[in-house]
């Protein structure tokens, strides 16, 4: 059976009066590369500071690595490796000096010729001082320093944020070469859904501080359907399709955002509604995630007016 290394029950935070995370209710099996997205203001980032017990939760709990949040050993936080968003590191060390502090806290189980070989890989030069460094060459100092303890659970909050095309798919292949050693489990945040597409195998979806979707990358694939209808009239008043989110209609034509029915059912409910064409529309992660989030009876965002 697989292990749960993540694990949440009700979670919930208020900031004051802003329901941050409403009653997360999440398992996380070992040896999944999973993709946390949500929009701005979703809730990962206070999601992720409960998870590690950074921050306190106004109700619920969570467990990582079978330990309560709230408590988590030092020896089970020397099992965890966390990359913050922004890459908050001491900026007066150099990489060297950073590398030699960071190992003291994992004396045992550091690995100084996989973190040598990471910055050589990303050509940094180890006597810079990380305040002249630029963000992406932080970004990959960051990543070096929480894979090199060789963490059972990687949790990185954002961590391509800025970076560009080509060091975005190095960090991530850094990544991969982690979860490659066998068993390890990485959640991670991020608003690029090309790189989630990319290198996840499980996504969750996190939306209002509500969870929306748990689940492997290719149920979520499979279940996200864009169908467009047109008839030779108005189209039908009441759209009683299964697994209906969104609906929207012009004079002659129906777009329609489903979950899950099969294309078979698709195609009967189209023919007994009387639509002259369907079209089922091929979409990629990123239109999924869209039109997953999108609210309810929303229009097309916004239409350019030419003067
Ligand atoms: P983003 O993708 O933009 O980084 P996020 O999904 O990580 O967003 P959070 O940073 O967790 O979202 O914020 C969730 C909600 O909680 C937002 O409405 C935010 O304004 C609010 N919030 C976050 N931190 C605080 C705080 N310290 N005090 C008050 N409200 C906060």
């Known amino acids: 059976m697989t292990e749960t290394v993540l694990e949440t029950e009700g979670l919930t935070k208020y900031y004051g009066s802003t329901l941050a995370v409403d009653h997360l209710v999440l398992k996380i099996p070992q040896g999944c590369i999973c993709g946390f997205v949500g929009r701005n203001g979703a809730g990962k980032t206070t999601a992720i500071k409960l998870m590690l017990g950074l921050l306190r939760p106004t109700a619920g709990s969570s467990r990582l690595l079978g330990c309560d949040s709230a408590a988590l050993t030092p020896a089970i936080r020397q099992r965890i490796g966390y990359v913050t968003e922004g890459h908050r590191l001491f900026r007066w060390m150099s990489i060297a000096e950073l590398e030699k502090f960071q190992r003291s806290f994992f004396p045992k189980q550091w690995d100084h010729k996989f973190f040598a070989d990471m910055i050589e890989y990303f050509n940094l030069p180890k006597k810079r001082k990380i305040k002249h460094l630029s963000i992406g060459e932080r970004a990959q100092v960051s990543l070096a320093?929480?894979?090199?303890?060789?963490?059972?659970?990687?949790?990185?909050?954002d961590p391509t944020l800025g970076l560009?095309?080509?060091?975005?798919?190095?960090f991530l292949e850094g990544m991969i070469e982690l979860i490659m050693r066998q068993g390890r489990t990485v959640l991670f945040s991020s608003h690029i859904l090309g790189d989630v597409e990319r290198v996840s195998d499980r996504i969750v979806v996190i939306d209002k501080g509500v969870l929306r979707a748990n689940c492997s990358l290719e149920e979520f694939r499979t279940a996200v359907k864009k169908v467009t209808l047109s008839f030779p009239d108005s189209p039908p008043a009441d759209v009683d399709i299964e697994g209906l989110l969104h609906c929207r209609r012009s004079e002659k034509e129906l777009e329609l955002i489903l979950i899950g029915p099969a294309d078979e059912h698709i195609a009967e409910w189209a023919q007994r509604n009387g639509a002259e064409k369907y079209h089922i529309v091929k979409m990629n992660l990123e239109?999924?995630?869209?039109e997953y989030t999108a609210p309810p009876n929303h229009r097309r965002l916004f239409q350019w007016e030419e003067k």
């Not at 320093?145 to 909050?157: G, R």
């Not at 560009?164 to 190095?170: C, G, L, N």
């Not at 239109?287 to 869209?290: A, G, T, V």
């Open 145 to 157: 320093l929480a894979l090199a303890p060789n963490p059972e659970l990687l949790i990185m909050d």
């Open 287 to 290: 239109d999924q995630f869209i």
């Open 164 to 170: 560009d095309a080509a060091i975005r798919r190095q």
